[in-house]
């Protein structure tokens, strides 16, 4: 009897076939989703498929992809319907041999003028796009590509000329988007390869260019760039050391007898990962050891192999002893207070895998494969789960953020009782209210924060500068330092003010300055702005989640008056600005911006 095919798995292949695809999708889309979103794809040409691979991979992401197609070569009119269909993430897809007909053939004996004029014209047309698109959650335009290959084997000819000009001006105009996201149309082009790129039996007959080949590889990329749409944020890189990091068993080789360096194989291979893990770490990915090992062994790694890439420094925390990983990983969850959900664990042992697996599905478990000339390429995929959507200044290299965090809880165990703990870390708290250079790290925090998040409303950085500019809202975020540095901006209260009430929309705190006394010291600040902007009295709510259990009864300790409770653990409260008594920590100092 032949065993039931998993479509889950028949969508992972790389080597399934288009109806293979269709049939598992549907199947797929029979079922429970964690999500499920609208997607808009606006195309200079037919496109059709791009859907079905959009909804290949974000059910790969456990998002079930509603695709909501536009006209042809209509991007502004497409924006506008998206906006009436609910559409949260739109694909623009320009085509540059379509701009003109045969564009790429005409170019060499088109006059300077022509093509300045038509330069023109797609700046415009794309920004008005754009603009119109602003309130969308992303944006993701595909950049131009050629179809055709230069005659001349050096390159460079006019088509590629005018190709890169035109691709600067999309990338200025999309710059001043932030909810906007490029692709490298023509990096896909080469990824797929040009040949199996294109069919150009379809585009002379229908206007339909690309090969399902490059339709997928472009719904992957654009996948990923969003984030799976709505997938959860990666923090943690978790590593195993042997044959991970380096080749062999330090326990059993010796440091002298790893394989990492430079120049030789396979060692090479372990040396570039660690460059690239490295990389991660710079861009804010947080690193930490999880391996079965004697901690003198590893540490004599790092600090004597010459071929070490990686450093005590880059490292946030260990865990390097002989109990089970995923214990491990737990206790690493703790220590940093974060979900488990945030953690991408890396080994080479099928054991160790499987293990983490069963024990902790929610951490996302990647095995070092069997062909070590894949190592890098299975990298550079672990780093697309975190660096995905991209990353604000705020929020890279985290780690000495954490090592603050891990210092202050060192302290906490010196100190005689709590306030007195609480006081030697000279705590600062500055409210900043609708300040825009915050916008971007505060909708990148209202996507991320889970454990303390009243609402757990999601913004982009669209809708925290609307909010901003709206004189009924304020927005304010804090930064939050204390003796070991600065935590930066880590909270957000959204306020908006309707007549005499002033109804608190969102607040929500990075997980790393809880229990400091933080989550309150903002509350005199907002009562006090409230009074200035005429109301006379504060309406709240708790919006029960997955994660938010913690902050159920936070508004009760706030001293607010609890009106309504629902069956699903929502609740309403409401307090008068004269009746608000709760004052911030003394052992905060406050400040303000704004």
């Known amino acids: 009897m032949t065993a ?62 509603q695709v909501v197609a536009g006209n ?12 009436r269909d609910g559409v949260e993430h739109m694909v623009l897809l320009p085509f540059f041999d379509a701009l003109l007909p045969a564009f790429e053939a005409q170019l060499p004996g088109l006059a300077p003028a022509a093509v300045d004029a038509l330069e023109a014209g797609v700046r415009t047309r794309y920004r008005l796009a754009l603009e119109a698109a602003r309130e969308l959650r992303s944006v993701h335009l595909v950049t131009f590509h050629r179809m055709g290959s230069p005659l001349d084997p050096a390159g460079g000819d006019v088509v590629d000329v005018v190709l890169a000009r035109f691709d600067a001006a999309l990338r200025e105009e999309a710059a001043a988007f932030p909810n906007t996201r490029l692709v490298d149309g023509e990096d896909v082009v080469r990824t797929v390869g040009r040949d199996a790129a294109f069919d150009l039996r379809f585009w002379f007959r229908g206007r339909a260019p690309y090969t399902g080949a490059f339709l997928d590889e472009l719904a992957r990329r654009v996948t ?5 749409f709505g997938a959860p944020f990666r923090k943690v890189l978790a590593l195993d050391c042997d044959n991970t990091l380096w080749g062999g068993v330090v326990g059993e080789d010796g440091v002298t007898g790893l394989a990492l360096g430079p120049h030789d194989s396979p060692g090479n291979v372990f040396w570039q990962v660690q460059h690239e893990i490295a990389a991660l770490r710079r861009a804010g990915v947080l690193l930490c050891l999880v391996s079965k090992n004697n901690p003198s ?27 089970d990983k995923p214990a491990n990983v737990r206790a690493l969850a703790d220590e940093l207070g974060l979900g488990l959900d945030s953690f991408v664990f890396l080994d080479d042992s099928s054991f160790e895998c499987e293990a983490m697996r069963q024990q902790l599905p929610m951490v996302t478990t990647v095995q070092v494969p069997a062909r070590l000339s894949d190592y890098p390429r299975v990298i550079r995929s672990v780093g697309e789960l975190f660096l995905a959507g991209g990353v604000t200044a705020e929020s890279q290299d985290k780690t000495e953020q954490y090592r603050q965090r891990a210092r202050a809880q060192q302290l906490q165990a010196t100190a005689v009782d709590q306030q007195a703990y609480l006081a030697s870390l000279q705590l600062t708290v500055q409210v900043r209210r609708d300040v825009v250079a915050d916008a971007a ?32 809202h304020t ?6 330092g204390d003796v070991f540095g600065s935590a930066g901006l880590t909270g957000a209260v959204v306020v908006r003010r309707d007549g005499a009430t002033a109804h608190v929309e969102a607040f929500f705190l990075s997980c790393r300055v809880l229990g400091r006394g933080v989550e309150t010291a903002v509350w005199p600040q907002v009562v006090a702005d409230a ?46 600005t004269d009746d608000f008594r709760t004052p911030p920590p003394a052992w905060i100092e406050m400040s303000s911006l704004g």
Request: hydrophobic share 40%; proline share 4%; charged share 25%.
């Open 224 to 228: 990923v760039a969003a984030r799976g």
């Open 297 to 323: 062994d590893v540490d004599e790694v790092f600090r004597d192999h010459p071929g070490m890439v990686l450093t005590d420094a880059d490292v946030v925390s260990r865990k390097v002893d002989w109990s």
């Open 475 to 480: 927005v304010h975020a804090l930064v939050v």
């Open 441 to 472: 790290r505060v909708a990148e925090l209202s996507q991320k924060s889970n454990q303390f998040n009243l609402t757990t409303r999601r913004y982009g950085v669209a809708d925290v500068e609307r909010l901003m500019a709206d004189p009924a």
């Open 531 to 576: 009074v200035a902007g005429g109301c006379h009295e504060l309406c709240a709510e708790y919006l029960p989640s997955a994660k938010n259990a913690q902050v159920a009864d936070f508004y009760d300790r706030l001293g607010f008056t609890r009106t309504a409770a629902a069956e699903d653990g929502s609740r309403s409260y409401r307090i008068a």
């Open 72 to 83: 042809h070569d209509d991007p502004i009119g497409d924006v506008e319907r998206f906006r």
């Open 4 to 65: 039931p095919v998993d479509p889950r798995a028949v969508l992972a292949a790389p080597g399934s076939t288009l109806s293979a695809v269709i049939g598992a999708v549907e199947a797929l889309e029979q079922q429970p989703q964690e999500r499920t979103v609208r997607v808009g794809v606006s195309s200079a040409v037919t496109a059709d498929l791009l859907g079905t691979y959009l909804r290949r991979h974000g059910l790969l992401a456990g998002t079930a992809v």
